[in-house]
Nanobody, 125 residues
């Protein structure tokens, strides 16, 4: 049984930082591409960042590029999302996802088979 468990969310003031973690079990972690998506209240879930199985290639939505870093530790079956300079627009539930899709599906939900339950990030002014 595949399980993805996110942690590291919380409430921060604008300009602050958070580091999200996602620990995977029940799968061969180093064969999966990993990603973070988020869903704000009243909005659709959207792509945030992704990292290919080797960790050599990363992808970001323009909304977080330059202030966020996705990384992975295949020895720990863990993917991270470091987010800096947070704004209220970053407030959302953040989801970890694992998939085997080709590169063209990196930024879409259909590219990922397994999902975590999410962790809440709230940024206040």
């Amino acid at each position: 049984q595949v399980e993805l468990v996110e942690s590291g969310g919380g409430s921060v003031q604008a300009g602050g930082s958070l580091r999200l973690s996602c620990v995977a079990s029940g799968l061969t972690f180093n064969t999966y591409n990993m990603a973070w998506f988020r869903q704000a209240p009243g909005k659709d879930r959207e792509f945030v960042a992704a990292i290919r199985r080797s960790g050599g290639h990363t992808y970001y939505d323009d909304s977080v590029k330059g202030r966020s870093t996705i990384s992975r530790d295949n020895a720990k079956n863990t993917v991270y999302l470091q987010m800096n300079s947070l704004t209220p627009e970053d407030t959302a539930v953040y989801y970890c996802a694992a998939g085997l899709a080709v590169l063209s599906a990196t930024r879409v939900e259909s590219g990922y088979r397994h999902w975590g339950q999410g962790t809440q990030v709230t940024v206040s002014t």
